[in-house]
């Protein structure tokens, strides 16, 4: 499909690859924004009630309000485009539980949860790079069925009775770590730069508060990154033999150079692809982990906010957060596929 | 580790460690069996009803309920075996559903090409373009929290992989010379596609499947602690460690059904991962060179 969409320009393939590619993430934008819009339509039951409340509803002015303002008299395609309408204008209706605009929640729920899938995804990265080489090298040995166990074990744990029996052992019993919320009560949050509380503490250069953020990372962090490194661990496995196996690889073991040199420079080198594409797909497994995890650790993002949306029903703000975290997975995966045509000449001269 | 030379005792190491891989398979289809077996006879010799609510609450393990009962006074324990007989078969049909619908679209869309192909994948892509959880979330809380609708949400988010699978086999294996000819012989497109093609996609599917029962275990039971799903009384093990985050103190009532869910998902990945090793044939190469002493 890439191939028909004939934007590629001789003088820059890298450019024309770009504007393919933004061109599929707009559709599916699109698409995304249809999805969550049939959704709201198949709600079985009255939307004038579930919107309004069941007191409100029951007056016939406020109904007919209520439907003449949101077209609901109207037949669906308009209903769409006034769906549409209202998304540009930053318009995803008003939460049930909060009684606050979506998108307000939203962007306040938005920054906390970066944070923590970004930590989480740093670690998990950092963690399986070094264990799936060294399964790699061992391939076939006891380190390796080892590490085949065990990542086969993180990826059958549940994560929310995972994250409840950290918070039991690790915060109630032990009381070790720090176990809800971003930041200690008593500690004021910083000044708002990027919303991420530790790097805005930082650049405050407040160190008490970086530490204290720091401390209420880790466990939310620790239990969404089990899985992504189960995960992570098995790809880095699968690409460094790959490229174990290639000629160059050889080569330089051949001629002398040491273990660190061949495994920083040439191997993780080589398998640097497929693994940033997995990075993209565990992207994807963390922020589906962080609905699970965050509402144990009362972490106030995207997870905790969406827990408290499900059990109250509360259509607009769900939908709010599977159309915004629909676009943040969009935007990673275009992001890997930059990088992967930066990084793989291939790529973009096909 | 600074080199993959082989010398006679790492090969011996890796001897064994590759016959290490079957008995994984093996351990997870003796636990998997267990769990299936108490699926299906758990009402029959359980000590209590899983539903009724008559013993002391918040009871810890003893010998009265060995697993302890709950805030309302139900054992943990019955509860516990009847709820294998809850998720595991959803997930056994879940994923049964998930692998006709998508080895199907899949099949249509690779064998039709063109405009057929293009529409269907481009839902594809759609589908995966959210994380599953949140999709299956979005669509469970708009049909209506129940475990049956949670099915189907569970459904809509898994067919995809299988799509993608079996269209990217059918495209291998649409031009080659046996199915032309049976084409020539006047077979119909779809007759050609049953019997010429869907057999070479099942092994492969099989394996993904194998794979995925276990996601589909952590995804139903995601969503009931979500409360998307089972509804109570119900005995299922994720409404059950939901209820655990009520009383901490209460210990045995979440960490045994976590400890469930993480024996069958574990059980099922064992497996799964045995078979793909076995249907793999560069895995195989390796486990065959390695048996042998060479270097792959």
């Known amino acids: 499909m890439q191939k028909t969409a004939a934007t590629r320009s001789p003088a820059s393939p890298l450019a024309g690859f770009l504007l393919r590619r933004l061109g599929t993430s707009v559709l599916l934008l699109i698409g995304v924004t249809l999805v969550t819009f049939l959704l709201t339509n198949l709600v079985p039951g009255d939307p004038v009630t579930a919107a309004l409340g069941e007191g409100p509803a029951s007056d016939p002015a406020t109904r007919e309000a209520f439907i003449q303002a949101h077209g609901l008299d109207k037949p669906a395609p308009v209903q769409y485009v006034m769906y549409l309408g209202a998304l540009l204008t930053g318009d995803l209706g008003r939460s049930l539980t909060t009684g606050q605009p979506v998108v307000a929640d939203l962007a306040?729920?938005?920054?906390?949860t970066i944070e923590l899938a970004v930590a989480a995804i740093v670690l998990s990265l950092a963690v399986s790079l070094v264990l799936g080489t060294l399964a790699a090298y061992r391939r076939g040995m006891v380190t390796d069925q080892v590490l085949r166990v065990l990542t086969l074990i993180g990826l059958s744990v549940p994560t929310f009775w995972l994250a409840l029996v950290a918070f039991y052992v690790f915060f109630l019993q032990l009381g070790v770590v720090p176990g809800s919320g971003r930041i200690s009560p008593s500690i004021t949050p910083p000044p708002t730069v990027t919303g991420l509380y530790t790097v805005d503490y930082l650049l405050n250069g407040d160190s008490v508060g970086f530490l204290d953020a720091l401390a209420h990372l880790t466990l939310p962090v620790l239990v969404l990154s089990l899985f992504t490194i189960g995960l992570l661990t098995r790809f880095v496995r699968t690409s460094v033999l790959e490229v174990l196996d290639t000629d160059y690889v050889r080569a330089a073991r051949a001629k002398g150079l040491g273990g660190w040199r061949v495994v920083s420079a040439y191997v993780l080198r080589g398998a640097s692809l497929p693994i940033l594409t997995v990075v993209g797909v565990a992207f994807g497994a963390l922020l589906s982990g962080t609905v699970l995890v965050e509402s144990v650790f009362s972490w106030p993002g995207l997870g905790s906010y969406s827990y408290n949306a499900a059990r109250n029903l509360d259509l607009p703000g769900i939908m709010g957060v599977g159309l915004v975290v629909g676009v943040i997975y969009l935007v990673i995966n275009l992001v890997v596929d930059l990088f992967y045509a930066i990084l793989d000449p291939r790529v973009r001269l096909s | 580790m600074t080199s993959s030379i082989l010398t006679p005792a790492r090969a011996r190491r890796r001897r064994i460690g590759a016959q290490w891989r079957a008995p994984l398979g093996i351990v997870g289809a003796v636990v998997a069996l267990a769990w299936i077996l108490v699926a299906c006879t758990a009402p029959l010799w359980v000590p209590y009803d899983p539903v009724a609510q008559g013993l002391p609450r918040l009871q810890p393990p003893g010998p009265e309920a060995i697993l302890g009962t709950d805030s309302v006074g139900r054992d943990v324990f019955s509860r516990l075996m009847a709820g294998a007989g809850v998720t595991i078969p959803l997930a056994l049909l879940l994923v049964g559903c998930s692998v006709v619908l998508g080895t199907l679209v899949g099949a249509i869309a690779g064998y039709a090409g063109r405009w057929v192909d293009e529409t269907l994948m481009r839902i594809t892509d759609l589908v995966m373009a959210f994380p599953t959880v949140i999709l299956a979330m979005v669509i469970a809380a708009s049909l209506g929290p129940s475990l049956f609708n949670a099915v189907i949400a569970a459904i809509v988010v898994s067919w995809p992989q299988y799509a993608r699978v079996s269209r990217s086999i059918v495209l291998?294996?649409?031009?080659q010379n046996y199915v032309?000819?049976?084409?020539?012989?006047?077979?119909?497109?779809?007759?050609?596609?049953?019997?010429?093609?869907?057999?070479?996609?099942?092994?492969?599917?099989?394996?993904?499947?194998?794979?995925d029962i276990g996601t589909a275990i952590l995804l139903l039971s995601g969503l009931s602690f979500l409360g998307l799903g089972a509804q109570p009384p119900t005995a299922e093990w994720g409404s059950m460690i939901s209820g655990a985050m009520e009383n901490f103190d209460a210990w045995w009532i979440g960490v045994f059904p976590g400890l469930a869910i993480l024996t069958v998902v574990m059980a099922f990945n064992f497996i799964g991962d045995t078979l793909r090793d076995a249907f793999d044939p560069l895995a195989r190469a390796q486990s065959i060179a390695a048996n042998t002493g060479e270097t792959a």
């Open chain 2, 172 to 175: 291998s294996l649409r031009g």
């Open chain 2, 180 to 211: 032309i000819a049976s084409r020539l012989l006047g077979y119909s497109p779809a007759r050609s596609l049953w019997t010429d093609i869907l057999p070479n996609v099942a092994g492969p599917i099989l394996v993904l499947a194998s794979l």
């Open chain 1, 108 to 112: 306040k729920a938005i920054p906390a």
